[in-house]
C-alpha cells in the first residue's frame, strides 16, 4: 500500500476501457466494477460493444468498450471518462471522444506500429500529436513488451500471452485507484479454476502491471475513491438481465409455483436463459424453443399446467409473440414476458439501447386485448420489478409485460443480496375444493380483483377448457353472442384497471412545489435522476419522477401530473411515453425530450433541454 501522502481521495470515478472485441475489455471492467462493489462502492456500468461478431483486429469498426463509474452517489456510467484504457491506436481514435478533457489515458505504446495505425486509418505516424493529446496526459506503456517478460517460461505461446494483456491495463487501473491486487486474483480464480496454468499467468501479469504503475510513475497521485454509507449485508455486482433470473427465482418461492422459462436466445436477452438454465437445483425448468413463437407457446401451456411461466425476448421477438401474448389475455392465464429493449426496427441494433419498444408492449396485438406493462429502472431494480411482474400476473391472471434495455440489461450495479424474509408471499388464486364442489365454472372471478381462479389439469371436478375463442361470462362455454363479447371485453379491461390498486403512488423527488416536473420511464431513471438533481443544486427548481408502472398508471398520476405548469419527458424513442400520458392529460401539454442513437442519454442532454423549456415554455 503507498504512504497516504501519495494518494488523493475522491468521491467518484468514470473509467473507459477500450479495445479490440478479442481484447477482453468487458472482463477487465467487470472485475474492477466487482472489486469495487466489494470495497463498498457504488458502480454503473455502460458495456458498449459493436453488432459484428469479429471485425478485422485493429479495425476502428471493431473497437469494444467497457465504461464504469465507481464512488459514492453513483447513478450513472458517467458523460465522460476520467480515464481511458486503449489497447491500440483504433482504441484511442474511437474513444478519446468520451474522454474529459482533462482525462488520463493508459495506452499500449508497443500496439503504436504502422500497420495498426493503418488500419486505423492515421495520416501520420504520431498519433499522440495527430490526436491533439497533451503529451502529460497520457501513460504509454509498453505492454507487450512487459507482457512477454513477465510470462517468459511460463510455457505459453505468443497468442496465450496476449490474451493476458488486458489484465496488465488492469493492474495498472488498480494501482491508479488504490485496488487492492487480491481482489482481482480471487476473481480470476474462481473464472479459471479448470486451467490452473492460466490462473497463473494472468495472476503475475496483474501484479506486474500494478508493479509497473507503482515503480514508474510513483510520483503520480494514487486517488482513493470515498464509499458511501450503506445497510449491512452481502453486496456484489450484478447485471440487470441475472438479477432479472434471480428475481424470477424469488418470485417462484414466494407463490409456491414451479418456474418455467419457454425461450429463445436473442440478443441482448439471452443471458436470462443462460443464468436460469443453470438453476435446476432451484427446481428452475429452462427450455431453448425452436423459435419466438415456440417460447411464448410452451410457457402459456405451462401456466396452463399451473407454474409460474415467462417468457424473455427482445423487439423482434416480442412481435413474434403478439398473437400467443393475446391467447393468453383471452384465456386469463397468468404469464411474465421480458421484453430488454434494442434498437430497432427489424433487426436494427442488436446490442445498442432504446426504448422503443413502448407502443408495441401497450398495444402490439389484435383486438381489445389490455395487458399490464411494467418497466425496471435500473439494473438492480429489474430483480424487484420481475419479482413485482410475477406477483402482479399470478394475483391477478393476467399476463404481464416488463421492459427493460440493453443499458440495464448488460449494464451492471452494486447490489445488495436481500434476504428472502423481505418479499411477501404471492396469494395464488386457486380455486378451493369448495368451489369445484359447488360448480365452478373457468371465468368465475374474485370480486375485490375480477381476476378468475386457476384450476389444474387433473384437479377433481376441475375439468374446464379456456382458448382463443371467446366464452360466456357465466357459463364459461363458447360463446358468439354480441352482448356477452362486449361484457367480457369490459371485465378484462377492468380486471388489468384494479391493478392500480397494487401499484405504489406517485410521490415526485426534490422539489414538489416547482411548476417543472421531469418524468422518464425505465432505464433512463439515473441519467435524469442524475440530472434533476443537478438543476436543483443550481437553483432551477424542478421536481422528478421515474414510472416503474405504465399500465396502469399509478392511481394519482393523472391529479399530481396535472399541479404541473410544465411536463417534460425524456426517453429514449421519438415520444411514445409522452404520447401515452398526452392522452391521459387533454388540454394540457406534455414537452419532450428524445434521443434514438442507440446510446443512452448524456446528463448534460437533460440539464440543458429542461433549461431550454423553461426559459421558453
Known sequence: MLQETNIKTIDKVVIRFAGDSGDGMQLAGNIFSNISAGEGNQISTFPDYPAEIRAPQGSLSGVSGYQ????????????????????????????????????????????????????????TDDPVSELGINPSKIMLVPMTTLLKSTLEGSGLDQKGMMKCKNMLALGI?????????????????????????????????????????????????????????????????VTGNTATAWGLIMASEKSG??????????????????????????????????????????????????????????????ALKSEGIGLAVMAELPLVVIDVQRGGPSTGLPTKTEQTDLMQALYGRNGESPICVLAAVSPTDCFEMAFNACKIAIEHMTPV???????????????????????????????????????????????ETYARYWALPGMDKGMHRVGGLEKDFNTSVISTDAKNHAR???????KVARIARDVPRMEPMFDKDADTILLGWGGTYGHLLTAAAELNASGVKCAFWQFRYINPLPENAVEVLKSYKRIIVAELNTGMFADYLQMHLPGQEVLRINKVEGQPFLVSEIVEGVKRFIETK
Open 257 to 318: 409455483r414451479p418456474l418455467f422459462l419457454g425461450s429463445y436466445p436473442i440478443t441482448p436477452a439471452t443471458d436470462i436463459l443462460h443464468e436460469l438454465a443453470k438453476r435446476k437445483d432451484l427446481g428452475v425448468k429452462a427450455c431453448q424453443m425452436e423459435d419466438e413463437i415456440a417460447g411464448v407457446c410452451s410457457a402459456i401451456g405451462a401456466s396452463y399446467a399451473g407454474n409460474l411461466a415467462v417468457t424473455s425476448t427482445s423487439g423482434p421477438g416480442l
Open 488 to 494: 367480457m371485453v369490459s371485465a378484462r379491461r377492468e
Open 401 to 447: 409485460i416488463l421492459l427493460t434495455d440493453a443499458f440495464i440489461g448488460n449494464g451492471s450495479s452494486a447490489w445488495r443480496v436481500p434476504e428472502a424474509d423481505e418479499y411477501p408471499e404471492i396469494k395464488v388464486p386457486m380455486v378451493t375444493p369448495e368451489q369445484l364442489a359447488a360448480g365452478w365454472r373457468p371465468f368465475d372471478r374474485d370480486a
Open 68 to 123: 464504469v463509474s465507481v464512488g459514492k452517489e453513483v447513478h450513472t456510467p458517467g458523460d465522460r471518462a476520467d480515464v481511458l484504457v486503449a489497447m491500440n491506436p483504433a482504441a484511442l481514435k474511437t474513444n478519446l471522444k468520451f474522454l474529459k478533457p482533462d482525462g488520463i489515458i493508459v495506452c499500449d505504446g508497443d500496439s503504436f506500429t504502422a500497420q495498426n495505425l493503418k488500419k486505423a486509418e492515421y495520416t
Open 173 to 237: 487501473i488498480c494501482w491508479l485507484f488504490d485496488r487492492p491486487v487480491d481482489g482481482v486474483l480471487k476473481k480470476l480464480q474462481a473464472k479459471f479454476a479448470k486451467k490452473p496454468a492460466v490462473y497463473e499467468a494472468n495472476a503475475k501479469v496483474v501484479k506486474a502491471g500494478w508493479d509497473y504503475g507503482h515503480n514508474t510513475h510513483s510520483s503520480m497521485p494514487v486517488y482513493r475513491i470515498e464509499t458511501s454509507a450503506a445497510t449491512p449485508g452481502t453486496y456484489i455486482d
